[in-house]
């Protein structure tokens, strides 16, 4: 079973100001063969989940509880080497800027036969694989890209090289870290087909992590959304932005750009702040800028509003 599983997972930083709460017992799945998006304001943890996922959490990071469960095996509870064996062969992560992904100074098939060193085949055979995986990401005359640095490709070009590297080794579960958001709008929906038409011949799972609700809308099945390192809501896409019962997500929906009849003056926002994580507050974490708050509103537990969908407020069955 190649599932991801996220079980009760809470994360804190060290500070100078205190412990920060950064994530608070986190749970969702990733299914075989399915794309689950991560959606959620800056800040909401998205990153810091990734992290915990690879086993890539800075010095002052620290696991406090819960499980990371792959192919069998709690990730949290895996040493160093063990976490490298399985980053690249079975977990692979498009990051949201090509250019940190790619060595500047090492040409493109370079980097591309390194990280095959896993594979026990000749270098000769590696430049060919290469080559095909540049092919599959439509890049024009793969075998020639082979031989440029990273800075002779426009930002899309460097975009589809991260991919091919992502993809190499037909991970089981491929961690896409807005791997858009530097892109214009045509080069975007490109992507998006692309990671798809990967996504199917490969046939890995794909956590899909973005702030663009369009993007996760189009590409994903299932959604989790996280509000300071909490899920406030998850289900299937269509639930979630058909019917989403978190005040926080029809908020996030109302606020989406693509929503505007016209121009205006001025664009819809959410009122109020993130609140300091380092005391992170009682109660609900969304309380202080939710227009639907009554003194009801203690901590809520996941309230399960209809099959596969799940809402963290006390009026989610009515919203």
């Known amino acids: ?62 696991i406090d509880g819960g ?29 949201q800027d090509p250019m940190g992904a790619l060595n500047p100074v090492f040409r493109v098939g370079r980097q591309m036969t390194n990280i095959q060193y896993r594979s026990g085949l000749s270098k000769r055979e590696k430049a060919r694989r290469a080559a095909e995986m540049l092919r599959r990401v439509r890049m024009p005359d793969p075998e020639a890209a082979l031989s440029r640095y990273p800075h002779e ?50 046939g890995c799972s794909m956590l899909y992590v973005s702030h663009h609700m369009g993007v996760i809308a189009e590409l994903c099945d299932e959604v989790v959304v996280m509000y300071a390192g909490e899920v406030v809501e998850r289900g299937t896409t269509r639930q979630v932005f058909l019917k989403p019962r978190h005040p926080y997500t029809q908020r996030l929906i109302e606020c989406d750009p693509a929503r505007l009849a016209g121009r205006a003056e001025k664009l819809p926002t959410i009122p109020g702040d993130i609140p300091d994580l380092r005391a992170r507050p009682s109660g609900c974490v969304f309380a202080a800028r939710c227009s639907l708050r009554e003194e009801v509103c203690g901590e809520p537990p996941p309230e399960n509003v209809r099959e596969g969908h799940m809402a963290r407020c006390h009026r989610a069955a009515e919203n």
């Open 1 to 62: 079973m190649s599932e991801l599983e996220i079980l009760d997972l809470s994360v804190s930083f060290a500070t100078g100001g205190g412990d920060l709460q950064a994530l608070n017992k986190v749970t969702f799945k990733v299914p075989e063969h399915r794309i689950v998006g991560i959606v959620g304001e800056s800040g909401c943890g998205k990153s810091t989940l990734i992290d915990a996922i690879l086993g890539l959490l800075a010095d002052n990071g620290r």
């Open 67 to 95: 499980e990371i469960l792959f192919e069998g095996r709690d990730l949290t509870k895996l040493g160093a080497k063990e976490l490298r064996e399985i980053r690249g062969p079975r977990i692979s992560t498009v990051f």
């Open 153 to 202: 490709f426009s930002g899309g070009m460097k975009q589809r090289i991260a991919i091919a590297m992502a993809m190499m080794m037909e991970p089981a579960l491929l961690i896409a870290d807005e791997p858009t958001t530097a892109l214009d709008a045509t080069l975007e929906a490109a992507t998006i087909d692309l990671l798809l038409e990967l996504q199917n011949q490969i």
